[in-house]
């Protein structure tokens, strides 16, 4: 069974940088076909994709956010990192991490239960 | 850039009515690559379909999807009280590599 679930800060203050960690399970990103994304919907608001890596590392990204986002992954840890740059009050957030595979569905078939993050001073 | 377009904003049904809900693509999408999701307040997006109208594991029957190009359809054909929510288009596979819709919500009439 895929389960996936999301850590870190609830508060963060504007042009602070977000680090987020996605940790998995029943499944490993080193096997071909996996990947990761993360999506974000702010409070009220439509869902926002940002970005998904490959289980050959690669990487793609939102073209609005691309400069401000990071992510990488620690197969051994089951763990994948999001990093947000200069963060401000419109990033406040529900990011969710959730799992696709590039063989069969290719659709986040699978996602965390979201972790909420506030940006405020 | 592809833009989902999903209409209507907000459809008030009742149980057992059918619903209708569209999404139109700027361009044409791979139906391979397009998705539709489901969600409940304060809860995580569930996958309802994909490659336009194949059903993900566990949802019912009366979920179907169709489509191809730039037009998709999700259709529930008989409401049951759970169905009430929020629902999102995806597509992925062209720019942006992923994208949603800004989502259809079912309310009760």
């Known amino acids: 069974q895929i389960t996936l679930k999301e850590s870190g800060p609830t508060l963060v203050k504007p042009t602070q940088t977000l680090t987020l960690t996605c940790t998995f399970s029943g499944f490993s990103l080193s096997t071909s076909g996996m990947a990761v994304g993360w999506i974000r919907q702010p409070p009220g608001k439509a869902l926002e994709w940002l970005t998904l890596i490959y289980w050959d590392d690669d990487k793609r990204f939102s073209p609005s956010l691309r400069s401000r986002l990071t992510i990488t992954k620690d197969t051994s840890k089951s763990q994948v990192v999001l990093t947000v740059t200069n963060m401000a009050p419109v990033d406040t957030a529900t990011y969710y991490c959730a799992h696709r595979s590039t063989i069969g569905k290719n659709a986040f078939d699978y996602w965390g239960l979201g972790t909420l993050v506030t940006v405020s001073s | 850039e592809i833009v989902l377009t999903q209409s209507p904003g907000t459809l008030s049904l009742s149980p057992g009515e059918r619903a209708t809900l569209s999404c139109r693509a700027s361009q044409s999408v791979s139906s391979s690559y397009l998705a539709w999701y489901q969600q409940k307040p304060g809860q995580a997006p569930r996958l309802l379909m994909y490659?336009?109208?194949s059903r993900a594991t566990g949802i019912p029957d009366r979920f179907s999807g169709s489509g191809s190009g730039t037009d998709f359809t999700l259709t529930i054909s008989r409401l049951e009280p759970e169905d009430f929510a929020v629902y999102y288009c995806?597509?992925?596979?062209?720019?942006?590599?992923?994208?949603f819709g800004q989502g259809t919500k079912l309310e009760i009439k």
């Open positions: 995806q597509q992925y596979g062209s720019s942006p590599l992923c994208s």
């Open positions: 490659g336009a109208s």
